[in-house]
Structures are given as C-alpha cells and as structure tokens.
C-alpha cells in the first residue's frame, strides 16, 4: 500500500533536472519554422508541430541528457513515479506540451471535455487547451466559437455547404497573447501563427470543417460530424480578453503568472543575469514538477554537484519534484509549466 510515508521517504532523495527531445509531426499545414528558428532535428517537411513533453503513445518524448538519456519520459516517469510529486498517479504526465509552426489554416475542430471523453473514448481525458503566442504574421488570426447562438440544424447544413465560415468569431492574434480554449469551443489556429500549447494529455480532436483539402495522397481528411456535434458549445462566445498581467521580481529573474486552472499552471520567467555576478536560484517545491520550456535566448542551467546543462531557445527541460537546487543563468525567457 502506498502510504504518506513512502512519499516522504521518496522525496529525501535529490532528483536531477534533464532535458528532453521531442517527437514530430508532419501535419499538411506545417512549416520548417520548428527546424529553421528553434534547431529542431526533425527532418519532416513539413515539421507542423514537436511534442516537447509528451508521454502520450501518440508522440512520446525521449530524455535527452543525464543518466536516463535515450529512454522515452513514460518509461522513465512509470519507473519514477515520485518525479511528478503529488501529481504521482500512475506514472501518467497530466499535461503535454507542444510547439506548433502554422503555416496554413488548420481544420476548424473541437475537443471533448473529461466526461464526454471518459464515457466514449476508452478512458482517455478530454482536452481543454492554453496556448501562449511565440509569433504572429500581421493578419493571422485565430477562429473562437461562433459570432452569434447556432442550432445544430443550420451548423449541420452550413458544414455541407462549405458556408460554415461566415458563422466563426476571427480574432486577430499578436505575439504574446494567452488563450484559453475551454473542452467544447469550436476553433481553429488560422496561417501564420507560431505558438506553444499546453494542454489536457490527450489527442482527441473532432473535425468539422477542413476548407475541403487534401493531403499528399489527394485525400480529404476525415470528418468527425457526429461526435463534434455531440460537444460543440453552439452559443455566441464572448471574445477572450487577455488578461493584466504582473510581473514580480526577484534577483536576475522577473516572472507573471499566465494561466491557472485544474490542469495546469503556467508563468512565463524572464531571465537575465548577465550584469550580475549572481545567478537566479531556482528550485522545486518538493510538492510539484516543473517543466522549462525555453521560447527565448540561452544560458546555462548549474545544479548538483558542478554539473550543468546549457539550454538554448527551443529547449525543454524536465525539473522533477524535489530536484536539486538549481542556479539559471543567462538572458532568456521560459514557459514554467507546474503540474
Ligand atoms: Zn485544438
């Protein structure tokens, strides 16, 4: 029986932060941008998305230094269940992190939420969904809900029509915006938009619409009517506000808090030592894992005993519960995602 005194015995033991290699996917709207401006080694053209943090079969991610490296992260967490804290469970990561190149439109789609995926989708969680913005072309926008209420009748017509556009609230997007996708929003990532998404660990995706095109061997990708008519949210969505946000600082490090719900916490750290002789001290709480996802600059990252691990932007790094102190430094900027 697992007790509070394993957990406790468990976590006396200093654990090491790493870094992970992410898998691909060459999804027909994808660009190079992942390989070209964060020295992704995929050699998938296109490289539309790399799963950074993943112990999801459908894209695992591979430890990429350290004492573990080679193996994948689901291996390594089921064998260390204590590296993910209180988050412990099977061994499963709650989230899973991926860096998304836009080039094109991606199909208009929509998640479920845990309910609907439990009751259908053998177990699996829905997918609720945060993404933070990395870059934006001057009219890229996001699809978000419908303008006004739809009754399933006319979404149903206007989707075999090809008229299901001119129902969609179009968002303009800039670097740096939050968004928040609710299980249930009807969406969609418009061209032009490099983005980094944390959401539920699921693959779980209805489509509705696909602007009728086709993949490298002339087919149309699959359509998913009835079940997206099963969770479509078919009420007018308010537009999403970004929200205040408030730094705080402390030595070489300002970080702000992005996101907060029953998945996932998100800040954004923005690190910059170089003017001081001191590094930003960093560590876990014992408690929560942390995962560093570099969308910025570079810099090193000292712990242990002399060791160190240089990161550059692009990078992912996994900090179990209860790692060594850590010192970070250089200029950069990191997604700090807490489970
Ligand atoms: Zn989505």
Redesign the pocket.
């Known amino acids: 029986m697992v007790n509070n005194n394993s957990f406790e015995k468990k976590s006396k033991v200093w654990n090491k932060p790493f870094l992970l290699k992410p898998a691909g996917k060459d999804y027909l709207w994808g660009g190079t941008r992942l390989r070209d401006d964060f020295a992704k080694e995929i050699e998938m053209t296109p490289l539309a998305e790399t799963w950074e943090c993943s112990t999801h079969p459908d894209g695992l991610s591979v430890v990429g230094s350290g004492k573990y490296q080679g193996r994948t992260l689901a291996e390594l967490l089921k064998r260390h269940p204590e590296y993910l804290g209180h988050a412990e469970g099977n061994g499963e990561l709650p989230f899973l992190i991926k860096f998304i190149d836009a080039e094109k439109d991606l199909s208009v789609?929509v998640?479920p939420d845990d309910e609907y995926a439990a009751r259908n989708e053998n177990g699996q969680p829905g997918k609720t969904?945060f993404w933070y913005v990395l870059d934006a072309d001057e009219n890229a926008e996001l699809i978000y809900g419908f303008r006004t209420e739809i009754s399933q009748e006319t979404l149903k017509k206007s989707i075999r029509e090809g008229t299901i556009e001119k129902y969609l609230q179009r968002i303009p997007i800039h670097r740096d915006d939050l968004f928040y996708?609710q299980a249930g929003t009807v969406?969609a990532i418009g061209a032009g938009a490099l983005i980094a998404e944390i959401q539920e660990n699921s693959n779980l995706?209805y489509r509705l619409y696909d602007y009728d095109r086709v993949d490298r061997n002339g087919k149309k990708r699959e359509i998913h009517l009835e079940k997206a008519l099963d969770v479509a949210n078919l009420k007018a969505s308010g537009e999403p506000v970004q929200p205040l946000r408030v730094l705080r600082y402390r030595k070489g490090c300002a970080s702000e808090i992005l996101c907060r719900c029953k998945y996932f916490e998100i800040h954004r750290m923005l690190i910059n030592t170089e003017r001081y002789r001191q590094m930003a001290n960093y560590q876990t709480d014992g408690i929560s894992f942390r995962v560093l996802l570099c969308v910025a600059g570079c810099g090193c990252i000292f712990f242990g005993e002399e060791e160190a691990c240089n990161y550059f932007k692009g990078d992912c790094i996994f900090v179990p519960a209860n790692s060594v102190p850590m010192k970070i430094h250089g200029k950069a900027q990191f997604l700090e995602v807490r489970g």
């Open positions: 789609q998640h969904e996708i969406h995706t």
